[in-house]
């Protein structure tokens, strides 16, 4: 089929997506389209999901990180809606995630060069002392630890950690 | 939006000791999203994860402010009165958690509590008298997002309704109102564009779901500035001396 002449074709906004998900969850780039797409069905219904047609275009994922980036296509005239059935998504493949649009962008280029590329990240295994005993934990950039408590993870700073003492323990 | 506005915006987490995110997690999170301040919503039988950090060592590191609050959970109008004369002078704001009618006609009616917190859960209902006693008692009624954000099918449309028939309340009687994702962990706050673009998609205006995120900053400071030592009663306060008189 012929490419429809540049007028008449579609205009697309990028979203430019963090997202964050605990240590052990697995998270692909199928199973998010598939999470992103769900969540705009039950938000706007079979109509406004079609009217956003909401696509992943890039998704960047360490294997060992937290922390991915993600671009997403949405029609421009329907980008408030695409944003906000991507604050829906609330988990993916039974782990949750977090979400944040970093911003959006006219081109995919525009948006990598303006919003993402900023943090490599691929986290540390160490052992944190934490809640009265030392705990495997994982630490990422910009201060974030993430630590194994009860077959529990919970998200924490170096703030939680560095500044727990021998004289707080014994309180305990 | 502009990036001056941002600094305005506030949101309230759970910071329970059973929470799955510390305290500075959520501040640092809540930071990156582009909040000015966060409300920790801590219940005083539980106490906070704060863990080693206190409140001021996380606004220090993290450039967000802060709020220490009390989040209020019973089901009889006793006990939460006896806990507001408890905590009321030594929190910067009380939420007192409705759900059912009862608690809900008691937090309308009582000046001392700050918000009122999902007014519609569990068998929660608000009808015309209570929306015009919070009115007149400046208790600000809470929208709570969580069920929008993180529920689906028929528990999420009866959350719908249930906000959409609070928000006619809200809006007929003029009630002053917080907005809030209801998040119990770093993976669940949302930003507040995100947060605004739900809002229009369940029926708010953008400008209103900003006022309520708005709103919890300023009914912080209102309160730091009737608890500073220098507020006395309305339109007297001990300043300093003027040397012109």
């Known amino acids: 089929m012929c490419a429809l002449p540049k007028h008449l074709r579609p205009r697309w906004r990028y979203l430019a997506v963090e997202i964050e998900r605990e240590p052990d969850a697995s998270l692909d780039r199928r199973a998010f389209q598939r999470a992103l797409w769900k969540a705009a069905r039950e938000l706007l219904g079979d109509p406004g999901s079609a009217d956003c047609d909401l696509t992943v275009m890039r998704f960047r994922f360490d294997e060992t990180g937290e922390r991915g980036e993600v671009i997403v296509r949405v029609r421009r005239e329907e980008r408030e809606e695409g944003r906000a059935a991507l604050a829906c998504v609330s988990d993916v493949g039974g782990g949750p995630v977090g979400i944040h649009v970093r911003g959006t962008s006219g081109t995919i280029r525009a948006c990598e060069e303006r919003h993402l590329g900023g943090r490599p990240d691929s986290g540390t295994e160490t052992s944190v002392p934490f809640a009265g005993a030392d705990r495997p934990a994982r630490e990422q950039g910009s201060g974030r630890v993430d630590i194994h408590v009860d077959e529990q993870w919970v998200g924490a700073t170096t703030l939680d950690v560095e500044t727990e003492t021998p004289d707080r323990e014994g309180r305990e | ?245």
């Open chain 2, 1 to 245: 939006m502009t990036e001056a506005d941002r600094d305005i915006f506030y949101e309230a987490v759970s910071a329970h000791s059973d929470s799955r995110s510390t305290a500075a997690r959520l501040a640092l999170t809540a930071r990156e999203q582009g909040y000015g301040g966060i409300v920790l919503r801590a219940d005083p039988n539980e106490g906070t994860r704060l863990d080693s950090a206190s409140p001021a060592e996380i606004a220090d590191a993290y450039g967000i402010d802060v709020v220490e609050s009390v989040e209020i959970r019973t089901d009889s109008p006793g006990s939460a009165s006896g806990a507001l004369g408890e905590h009321r002078s030594e929190h910067t704001l009380v939420i007192l958690a409705g759900g059912t009618e009862e608690m809900n006609r008691f937090a309308a009616e009582e000046p001392r509590v700050d918000v009122l917190a999902r007014p519609m859960a569990r068998r929660g209902d608000v009808d015309h008298v209570i929306a015009r006693a919070a009115a007149r008692n400046g208790v600000r009624i809470e929208f709570d997002f969580s069920s929008v954000l993180r529920t689906s099918g028929g528990q999420r449309v009866r959350a719908l309704a249930d906000l959409r028939k609070l928000r006619e309340l809200v809006e007929k009687y003029d009630v002053p109102y917080v907005m809030s994702a209801g998040a119990g962990s770093h993976l669940e706050l949302r930003a507040p564009r995100e947060l605004a673009a739900v809002g229009e998609a369940i029926g708010f205006s953008l400008e209103a779901v900003l006022e309520g995120l708005r709103e919890w900053g300023r009914l912080a400071a209102r309160n730091r500035d009737l608890q500073g030592g220098s507020f006395i009663e309305p339109g007297v306060r001990v300043g300093k001396h003027d040397e012109q008189f």
